[in-house]
């Protein structure tokens, strides 16, 4: 099946920079997006950022002019390159697929991977 999985997450002081990665694999037909989310202690998840098929790009005002949202389609990965690190931006990073594995509606679904924690702290 459809697995995500993220890496690049860690610790690093404010003004840092990490560099997020997300591979998609299994059956994959097509992916018409593909975004970060993050969710810190006792709040809810929230968009980061999405880039669709077509390269179009959206950003939590918070990150607009640090964060930036790239993917490799050929191999079915996003990245999220952060620099500017700052305590707020601490949390677990979400990778989410907008994909299809197939032609039908029904193979047509939203997928999360496992997470990967990014800690700012000095």
């Known amino acids: 099946q459809v697995q995500l999985v993220e890496s690049g997450g860690g610790l690093v002081q404010p003004g840092g920079s990490l560099r997020l990665s997300c591979a998609a694999s299994?059956?994959?037909?097509?992916?018409?997006?593909m975004g970060w989310y993050r969710q810190a202690p006792g709040k809810q998840r929230e968009l980061v950022a999405a880039i669709t098929s077509g390269g179009s790009t959206n950003y939590a005002d918070s990150v607009k002019g640090r964060f930036t949202i790239s993917t490799d389609k050929a191999k079915n990965t996003v990245y999220l390159q952060m620099n500017s690190l700052k305590p707020e931006d601490t949390a677990v990073y979400y990778c989410?697929?907008?994909?299809?594995?197939?032609?039908?509606?029904?193979?047509?679904?939203?997928?999360w991977g496992q997470g990967t924690q990014v800690t700012v702290s000095s």
């Open positions: 299994g059956s994959i037909f097509s992916i018409n997006a």
């Open positions: 989410n697929a907008d994909l299809a594995t197939g032609w039908g509606l029904a193979e047509r679904g939203d997928y």
